[in-house]
T-cell receptor, first 111, second 113 residues
């Protein structure tokens, strides 16, 4: 069974700090790794990573995948209170579009 | 754009009662999914439907049934609710292509007493 482990499970920082969220996994055969942000309701899509070593960037958020070491990181620079959310990492299987999620990291950004 | 619509938003059931959670998407997606989310457990797949007319078990299917009524609608039924089914339920849909994200509904918060 696919296993996705996120760390830390929770993190509290001050506005302006930079944070790095980790996602490690135990399978080597998967199609892509996805990051979602979940505030009060539905998870919203952030990034999809398919190739190792290629950084995806969107504003203050960036993410990269390391297929050799079996992990991905999500970086958030100059954090804002609006970044407070649960960040979910998920693996997409090689066939079909099922996702296996990690537990999530609860990020709290204090003013 | 409505996207993925779930009803109801909240529900309280007594142990042994039954209910159906409704989900509809207007994006012409092939695949639809039901997840449950519990503290410290992430999102766990209950059932999914890769295309109209097919359904398959996910990680935690026990106590649930599903129906893919048509391409738009995918319902989740609890025949005899148990307190262990207290959770937030999310419906999601996807194109079904290998490189495409899922789109989620806003969730149904279910409490079974």
């Amino acid at each position: 069974e696919d296993k996705v482990v996120q760390s830390p499970l929770s993190l509290v920082v001050h506005e302006g700090d930079t944070v790095t969220l980790n996602c490690s996994y135990e399978v080597t055969n998967f199609r892509s790794l996805l990051w979602y942000k979940q505030e009060k309701k539905a998870p919203t899509f952030l990034f999809m990573l398919t190739s190792s070593g290629i950084e995806k960037k969107s504003g203050r958020l960036s993410s990269i995948l390391d297929k050799k070491e079996l992990f991905s990181i999500l970086n958030i620079t100059a954090t804002q209170t609006g970044d407070s959310a649960i960040y979910l990492c998920a693996l997409k299987e090689t066939s079909g579009s099922r996702l296996t999620f990690g537990e999530g990291t609860q990020l709290t950004v204090n003013p | 754009n409505a996207g993925v619509t779930q009803t109801p938003k909240f529900q309280v059931l007594k142990t042994g009662q039954s209910m159906t959670l409704q989900c509809a998407q207007d994006m012409n997606h092939n695949s639809m999914y039901w997840y449950r989310q519990d503290p410290g457990m992430g999102l766990r797949l209950i059932y999914y439907s890769a295309s109209e007319g097919t359904t398959d078990k996910g990680e935690v299917p026990n106590g649930y049934n599903v129906s893919r009524l048509n391409k738009r609608e995918f319902s989740l039924r609890l025949e005899s609710a148990a307190p262990s089914q207290t959770s937030v339920y999310f419906c999601a849909s996807g194109v079904g292509a290998l490189n495409s994200p899922l789109h989620f509904g806003n969730g149904t918060r279910l409490t079974v007493t």
